[in-house]
């Protein structure tokens, strides 16, 4: 159980295999984990189940989600929105929907919440009222309706929990202990609960124990739930420490990534010719 | 017609209808991108003296989570959201909306970002107001491709939300929830019905007195330009200078 | 929607009317509403259907909820345990169930926080593993055993979601607003989430706005959520500011609460005798 | 057995006992008021070097939730919490076990405080040790008046959990969960099965050898008396000022 502290973003990328089932935030906060998300390319992973909480629609992480979809790590996406936001629609991502290379399970945001909690949780489902009579809820076997046992007449759906294999995420700072402060991105509590892997890249590793100041004590992921963090300054790129994102770098990306060409060049300028990658 | 009544624009014509179905309402959420409900909804804020509660989902400054994501659709659970904009690809007849795309799916000849709360929220808000300013048969059509959030529900399906009107560019839309029909309530300035019949997919009903969207009155004018867009360029910087010709206040 | 700023702890509990479902935690932090609950004593509510959570099994809650039976105010009470921790039992509550006189509906911890924050998203129910076969399940009519519906063979029960009217408790500071600081104290929150009515005694109102600082909001109740709350530094007595509780107030309760001649006298000489109880 | 160990008290012998059915366990918690199994989780600690880690369940310094109450009954949920200890004001040969009453529910001739945890934990901690000082038939029943917690569940109910052991000042038994029956496993120094027999009201199996439960060697000792003790004052006390004769750290 104790907290692995490795070097650099390519050492705990090394931990997370093909064919994991990964739990990603969506970005609204400064947590994107691309600098995690380029070493899974460099390496070729592959056949990842990626799992936005709740969604992929901020430039950064539509960004991030788009490069690992446009580099054939993924195998399929549960989500409620994939874009980059107001700077438009995430190119590879789109592009492999229409070519129908990339199976994506559609949800909606709280039935992405409900059923990571009650993953967190460790319980097999939850109910969550709505959805009947989507065609979200007609394409999910891992939806159900069931009467309500409290109330006649009364249908409701039920969700089968999610738990991630292994979340990934960038925090804005850990003690040597290993535990790891969020603030108000709850979010990213509840999915170190739910995952059985939880991999950080952090902004700063601070002294003493982040769980003995009772004012930050409360917005602290405990070690307990770290399998591994390593410090890494603007491990989150676009997204920047002061909380803004260079949205250039996004739109210079989203250009490049209009056709599979551009994508290729902009992998090979951008991930596998940054001397950093070099192993 | 005042004279300073003659330059008004059509975002401010359309923020004042939106402020006008928000009208006692206690909590209103805005979703990201909405600039012209997020000037509709400041409008009813500052008409109700603050009463209505409006948050910018993605603005920090008129957002209070303090549990998460979740928090959002658990108070609309708990009936404290009671009015909530929701957009689509496509809106048909029935207020069926497809945030999803177009095409058979899951092959899909245009994919959409996908339905983000719209399946909950639209079932559990009281007064959702839809809204699409491309008013054409390519977005108003007779039935969406993909049901991301249906517009009504069997009986016995716990409702106490959903559609309650549908502001286009063209037109204000009421929603008859028996009847799971759409009512045209009023026609923008300088907008025909035979406009809005050639540009509408689906089959609505008229009603007996056909109105026009009401110009804001100068007071109304006053706040839309003053203390709403001053707040509105905050979030929504190019949107402000385009149509207010301000500038958000240093950060 | 605006936090209500009262004089007193007597102004909050005179919003709760007779017959309310009333929400309170297990006081394991410093967070027991004692004053509003003696002046529900003083106003002699009835009625009361109180909900712990999950417990009132620390000395000063289990004395809190004694009094409260003890003085007739309820009608049943939810809880998975009511004591005085190491002190001992509490005696009202015990005579009062031996007497028939109060209805308890026995109950689980985890099953009270899962069905809370089932109540607090204001989903109809929720799911939760274990309970199966207990005397617990078997008395419960708002429990029920269904089949998962994504796995063969596996009952699971489910648990009606709790909605207190009212709940009560004691935190550290508000702010002007009605923001409400409760540091690590987090079931608090989810039962502001989960009840109609939230009233708030605080030992310190601060300057400021609570929201806008990084480090204290992730522990913040939003004003949203608070009904009214008032400045009354003490109000959680026999805990104290500190963090300890005065075990001597409550084992010298507890000695005069064996009978109910002697708890009459307690009431006599600490409810209705205390000069603040003029009204 | 050298000349240190003729004075081990019973309360080190049962830690020890406690902290042998911890071995291997990576998370252990243990309820309030529970000074000898804190003695044997924390020995388990110090055994491991670190490695069982020990959460005593109201003492901020051994605890470290962040998100509520509901946080240990969660990460028990999710296989997160190896063993936990459980007591009962009646336990009976089925290893059931009774924190509510006694007499016929709801009617109670004696009211305990309740069932806490137990009906869950029970469930989803595969080592849960069962502990009651008080070895009678009082105690120790052939049937409890109310099923606080199942000690076996039928076949299909989801249960990765449940009871391993039943500690008592008297014996050690073993629970066999395919049986539904109790083994005993090892007596305490000086105590014989017919001391046993006579104060269990439950009929349990006898093992092929049956051993006296083990009195702790001189290194097990000294980490009960010295790591151990003064963490444990910290927490308990005034256990620790009787069985240890040491006081708490200053705060």
Same mark, same amino acid.
């Given at each position: 159980?104790?907290?692995?502290?490795?070097?650099?973003?390519?050492?705990?990328a090394?931990?997370?295999?093909?064919?994991?089932?990964?739990?990603?935030?969506?970005?609204?906060?400064?947590?994107?984990?691309?600098?995690?998300?380029?070493?899974?390319?460099?390496?070729?992973?592959?056949? /990842?189940?990626?799992?936005?909480?709740?969604?992929?629609?901020?430039?950064?992480s539509g960004?991030?989600?788009?490069?690992?979809?446009?580099?054939?790590?993924?195998?399929?996406?549960?989500?409620?929105?994939?874009?980059?936001?107001?700077?438009?629609?995430?190119?590879? +991502?789109?592009?492999?929907?229409?070519?129908?290379?990339?199976?994506?399970?559609?949800?909606?945001?709280?039935?992405?919440?409900?059923?990571?909690?009650?993953?967190a949780?460790?319980?097999?489902?939850?109910? /969550?009222?709505?959805?009947?009579?989507?065609?979200?809820?007609?394409?999910?076997?891992?939806?159900?309706?069931?009467?309500?046992? +409290?109330?006649?007449?009364d249908?409701?759906?039920?969700?089968?929990?999610?738990?991630?294999?292994?979340?990934? +995420?960038?925090?804005?700072?850990?003690?040597?202990?290993?535990?790891?402060?969020?603030?108000?991105?709850?979010?990213?509590?509840?999915?170190?609960?739910?995952?059985?892997?939880? /991999?950080?890249?952090?902004?700063?590793?601070?002294d003493g124990?982040?769980?003995?100041?009772?004012?930050?004590?409360?917005?602290?992921?405990?070690? +307990?739930?770290?399998?591994?963090?390593?410090?890494?300054?603007?491990?989150?790129?676009?997204?920047q420490?002061?909380?803004?994102?260079?949205?250039?770098?996004?739109?210079?990306?989203?250009?490049?990534?209009?056709?599979?060409?551009?994508?290729?060049?902009?992998?090979?300028?951008?991930?596998f010719?940054?001397?950093?990658?070099?192993? | 017609?005042?004279?300073?009544?003659?330059?008004?624009?059509?975002?401010?014509?359309?923020?004042?209808?939106?402020?006008?179905?928000?009208?006692?309402?206690?909590?209103?959420?805005?979703?990201?991108?909405?600039?012209?409900?997020?000037?509709?909804?400041?409008?009813?804020?500052?008409?109700?003296g603050?009463?209505?509660?409006?948050?910018?989902?993605?603005?920090?400054?008129?957002?209070? @989570?303090?549990?998460?994501?979740?928090?959002?659709?658990?108070?609309?659970?708990?009936?404290?959201?009671?009015?909530? %904009?929701?957009?689509?690809?496509?809106?048909?007849?029935?207020?069926?909306?497809?945030?999803?795309?177009?095409?058979?799916?899951?092959?899909?000849?245009?994919? @959409?970002?996908?339905?983000f709360?719209?399946?909950?929220?639209?079932?559990?808000?009281?007064?959702?107001i839809?809204?699409? @300013?491309e008013?054409?048969?390519?977005?108003?059509v007779?039935?969406?491709?993909?049901?991301?959030?249906?517009?009504?529900?069997?009986?016995?399906?716990?409702?106490?939300?959903?559609?309650?009107?549908?502001?286009?560019?063209?037109?204000?839309?009421?929603?008859?929830?028996? &009847?799971?029909?759409?009512?045209?309530?009023?026609?923008?300035?300088?907008?025909?019905?035979?406009?809005?019949?050639?540009?509408?997919?689906?089959?609505?009903?008229?009603?007996?007195?056909?109105?026009?969207?009401?110009?804001?009155?100068?007071?109304?004018?006053?706040?839309?330009?003053?203390?709403?867009?001053?707040?509105?360029?905050?979030?929504?910087p190019?949107?402000?200078?385009?149509? %207010?010709?301000?500038?958000?206040? &240093?950060?």
């Open positions: 159980m104790t907290v692995q502290h490795l070097a650099d973003a390519a050492s705990l090394a931990l997370v295999p093909s064919g994991a089932r990964i739990g990603v935030t969506k970005g609204e906060q400064t947590d994107v984990p691309m600098a995690m998300a380029l070493e899974l390319v460099r390496r070729g992973v592959t056949d /990842l189940d990626l799992v936005t909480i709740p969604t992929c629609a901020f430039p950064a960004m991030m989600l788009d490069i690992l979809v446009g580099a054939g790590c993924v195998r399929s996406v549960e989500t409620s929105g994939v874009s980059m936001s107001e700077l438009g629609a995430a190119p590879r +991502f789109s592009a492999a929907v229409k070519a129908g290379t990339l199976k994506v399970v559609d949800a909606t945001c709280p039935a992405v919440y409900a059923a990571l909690q009650a993953g949780k460790g319980q097999p489902f939850t109910a /969550l009222r709505g959805l009947i009579g989507s065609d979200l809820m007609a394409h999910r076997d891992d939806w159900a309706v069931v009467a309500n046992p +409290f109330e006649a007449d249908p409701v759906a039920l969700l089968k929990a999610i738990n991630p294999d292994v979340t990934l +995420f960038h925090a804005p700072m850990a003690d040597r202990h290993g535990n790891v402060w969020i603030g108000r991105n709850r979010d990213l509590l509840t999915l170190a609960h739910a995952s059985d892997m939880t /991999l950080v890249t952090v902004e700063r590793i601070v124990d982040l769980m003995e100041d009772e004012t930050l004590a409360p917005a602290v992921i405990p070690n +307990f739930y770290v399998t591994a963090l390593a410090e890494a300054p603007g491990a989150c790129w676009p997204q420490a002061d909380g803004t994102t260079d949205l250039d770098a996004v739109r210079a990306y989203m250009s490049a990534a209009r056709t599979e060409e551009g994508f290729r060049d902009w992998l090979a300028a951008h991930v010719a940054r001397p950093e990658a070099a192993e | 017609m005042s004279a300073g009544e003659t330059d008004v624009r059509p975002e401010e014509i359309q923020a004042a209808a939106i402020a006008g179905l928000l009208e006692g309402a206690r909590h209103v959420a805005v979703g990201m991108v909405s600039p012209i409900p997020g000037t509709g909804a400041l409008l009813a804020n500052e008409r109700s603050g009463g209505t509660r409006v948050s910018i989902l993605g603005s920090k400054k008129t957002t209070f @989570w303090t549990n998460g994501g979740s928090e959002l659709f658990d108070l609309a659970g708990r009936g404290r959201l009671d009015a909530f %904009f929701l957009s689509g690809g496509q809106i048909d007849g029935g207020a069926n909306v497809n945030l999803v795309g177009v095409g058979d799916y899951p092959e899909a000849k245009v994919r @959409w970002s996908g339905s709360g719209s399946a909950y929220l639209y079932f559990v808000v009281p007064r959702v839809l809204f699409r @300013w008013h054409t048969r390519r977005t108003l007779e039935k969406v491709d993909f049901v991301s959030a249906p517009g009504t529900s069997e009986p016995g399906v716990h409702r106490p939300g959903g559609p309650i009107a549908l502001i286009t560019n063209l037109c204000l839309f009421d929603f008859q929830r028996e &009847a799971g029909r759409f009512r045209l309530k009023s026609l923008h300035p300088g907008v025909t019905l035979e406009e809005v019949r050639d540009n509408t997919g689906f089959d609505f009903d008229l009603p007996e007195h056909l109105a026009e969207t009401p110009t804001p009155d100068a007071d109304t004018l006053s706040l839309i330009r003053g203390p709403v867009a001053r707040r509105i360029a905050d979030v929504y190019v949107f402000a200078r385009q149509v %207010f010709g301000i500038e958000p206040a &240093a950060a």
